[in-house]
């Protein structure tokens, strides 16, 4: 299974454009890039996945590098309910697997 | 109308007891999942079934058995349950698909003293 590499943590002040890294140098061709966040006391939610183009949606965009070895999730403005654990995920074809890795614990300031 | 519900939310046991957590969706959704989250915070799958078929069966003890009576429920039996088994309890729902997203529970922390 590819692995994703996060920080650990990360601090934004509220109202302000956060980009949060993720580096998965093997993944493979097929694999999708799948984006999660857990707020405290709360499951898992998704947030966006692409495969290699950029994308966009109404709680964030993804940009995927052009050799897919790394991709950021960015949040245009961070608000302090954007504060959780942020998961990048690789999800290969022919699996139903989603591994978790440690995530980034994102600290919103007021 | 909840996606995915769990029951019960808390569960405090003994060792050495049974016990099961229950979880439904109301997605019309083929694949549903049991994660487990330690106390660490690590998030880890330990199984998945697709059409009341099980598809994923990680490295877990035999002590945790999965049954799902049709694709709406899956339901996680615990014997014997160990201190080491407390943790907070996850399922999930998706549809099948790499591209497709998964819909989780709120949870279920389980507290074996």
């Known amino acids: 299974d590819a692995k994703t590499t996060q920080p650990n943590s990360m601090e934004s002040n509220e109202e302000e454009p956060v980009h949060l890294p993720c580096n998965h140098s093997?993944?493979?061709?097929?694999?999708?890039i799948h984006w999660y966040r857990q707020l405290p006391s709360q499951g898992p939610e998704y947030v966006i996945h692409?495969?290699?183009s950029n994308v966009n949606n109404r709680m964030a965009s993804l940009a995927i590098a052009e050799d897919r070895k790394s991709s950021t999730l960015i949040l245009h403005r961070a608000t302090l309910r954007d504060a959780a654990v942020y998961y990048c995920?690789?999800?290969?074809?022919?699996?139903?697997?989603?591994?978790f890795g440690t995530g980034t614990r994102l600290k919103v300031l007021a | 109308d909840t996606a995915v519900s769990q029951t019960p939310k808390y569960l405090v046991t003994q060792m050495g007891n049974d016990k099961s957590i229950k979880c439904e969706q109301n997605?019309?959704?083929?694949?549903m999942y049991w994660y487990k989250q330690d106390s660490k915070k690590f998030l880890k799958i330990m199984f998945s079934?697709?059409?009341?078929?099980?598809?994923i069966n990680e490295t877990v003890p035999n002590r945790f058995s999965p049954k799902s009576p049709d694709k709406a429920h899956l339901n996680l039996h615990i014997n014997s349950l160990e201190l080491g088994d407390s943790a907070v309890y996850f399922c999930?729902?998706?549809?099948?698909?790499?591209?497709?997203?998964?819909?989780f529970g709120p949870g279920t922390r389980l507290t074996v003293t």
């Open positions: 692409g495969l290699t």
């Open positions: 079934y697709n059409n009341k078929e099980l598809i």
């Open positions: 997605l019309g959704h083929d694949t």
């Open positions: 995920i690789l999800r290969s074809s022919g699996t139903y697997k989603y591994i």
């Open positions: 999930a729902s998706s549809l099948p698909g790499q591209g497709s997203e998964q819909y």
């Open positions: 093997t993944i493979s061709g097929t694999d999708y």
